[in-house]
């Protein structure tokens, strides 16, 4: 009797585990028919750990890749530098200090205007020796024609005529050599003695470096800097980084395009023109030039984009752009590889064409079958 009663005690106690059970083996196998949904893929990692199983494949569009001609690309970064060859230095001289400043940092002048003055004793000097000069010559030359005429009349001898000749063109030597010194101090020696002289531009352009300040001492070339750095920039250059696995894809005269960050709707076209002779043993990567014409667009220290085209075409795949996945800053499409699996596959993308198509530099051969949505098929294998 206590046996039996035991019995259906534990009868009893089994009933809820076996209903819970029996629930749970009711949702496992059963989908919801109202909401019409394709049931949940089953990923399958026995075999190969790219592969997904999925019950119905025929719920994901396939499309076959097809076939582009492109030039190869290699885009890079770049920095915008001025032309070394169309920049031209200020210099003065004459030392002394500087009492006024006309022209800025970043300015836009024109040649011949005035950048800064400077007071010189150096100028003053000059101007000094060239007026001693002048008076030195009038002397020499009223003792010329004196001593001329006194000759004429057998007064003196050939020999101090001579003497007086000599000393005549000895002080016209030394006028010459003042009035030269004061131009390449920058002063007009017809001009009312000054001590101050005016420093112009060579040429027209920007002043992309300045050295000086208003009251600042100006020393000789030997042991300062220039005072200004004007660049012409109509035309500059893109000086890029090129790691050295990527230098077989460039040469001197390939085109690049431009491409601003500042202005993303405008796409300027260069040429290369340099490739640095030696790596930079820090990140391994070689200097490469490209002058290009700046509209006015482009400024000093400027990061821009630079996209090289390579001479020769090579066939590339396209597919829609929704059969490219972007995933954890990379790109995947998903090729079927039969039995209802699909190979996740990692694919480098290319630039959009039309049609809302894009290029595929690798990863994927032309003919070969991707899945047409692959966020789609994405979000239905992680449900």
């Known amino acids: 009797m206590k046996r039996g009663c035991g019995y259906r005690m534990i ?50 569009p396939l499309s076959t890749a097809t076939a582009h001609d492109a030039a ?32 800025r940092l970043g300015d ?8 800064l003055r400077i ?35 057998g007064a003196i001898a050939k020999k101090d005529q001579e003497v007086a000749q000599d000393a005549a063109a000895k002080a016209r030597v030394d006028v010459e050599n003042a009035t030269e010194r004061l131009r390449v101090l920058g002063i007009d020696a017809s001009r009312p003695p000054t001590p101050i002289v005016d420093v112009v531009a060579p040429a027209s352009g920007v002043i992309t470096e300045q050295n000086v300040t208003n009251a600042a001492g100006v020393k000789s070339l030997d042991n300062s800097p220039n005072l200004f750095t004007i660049s012409d920039l109509s035309r500059v250059w893109i000086v890029c980084d090129v790691y050295e696995n990527d230098l077989p894809a460039v040469g001197v005269g390939d085109t690049a395009d431009i491409h601003l960050t500042a202005y993303p709707d405008r796409v300027l076209k260069g040429r290369i023109n340099n490739i640095g002779a030696m790596l930079d043993p820090t990140i391994r990567t070689a200097k490469v030039r490209i002058e290009v014409a700046n509209p006015g667009l482009l400024r000093i220290g400027m990061f821009v984009t630079a996209t090289f085209h390579g001479r020769s075409m090579e066939m590339r795949a396209v597919v829609p752009a929704a059969a490219v996945l972007h995933l954890h800053d990379r790109d995947w499409v998903y090729v079927p590889v039969g039995d209802s699996r699909f190979e996740r596959r990692e694919v480098i993308g290319g630039q959009m064409l039309a049609d809302n198509r894009q290029e595929l530099r690798s990863g994927l051969r032309p003919g070969e079958r991707v899945v047409a949505n692959a966020l789609v098929f994405q979000n239905t294998v992680e449900q």
């Open 11 to 60: 009868g009893l106690a089994s009933i809820p585990v076996l209903a819970s059970l029996l629930g749970a083996c009711t949702a496992r196998g059963s989908t919801d028919s109202a909401s019409g949904s394709p049931p949940p893929a089953i990923v399958d990692h026995n075999e190969d750990s790219s592969a997904i199983r999925v019950d119905h494949p025929e719920h994901f």
């Open 72 to 103: 190869p690309e290699l885009s890079v970064t770049g920095v915008v530098s001025p032309d070394v060859a169309r920049a031209v230095p200020v210099v003065s001289l004459a030392s002394g200090r500087v009492v006024d400043v006309r022209a």
């Open 108 to 115: 836009r002048v024109d040649k011949g205007q005035l950048l």
């Open 119 to 153: 007071q010189s004793a150096d100028v003053a000097a000059a101007f000094s020796d060239y007026r001693k000069a002048v008076v030195d010559r009038a002397l020499a030359e009223s003792q010329l024609e004196r001593a001329q005429a006194l000759l004429d009349r």
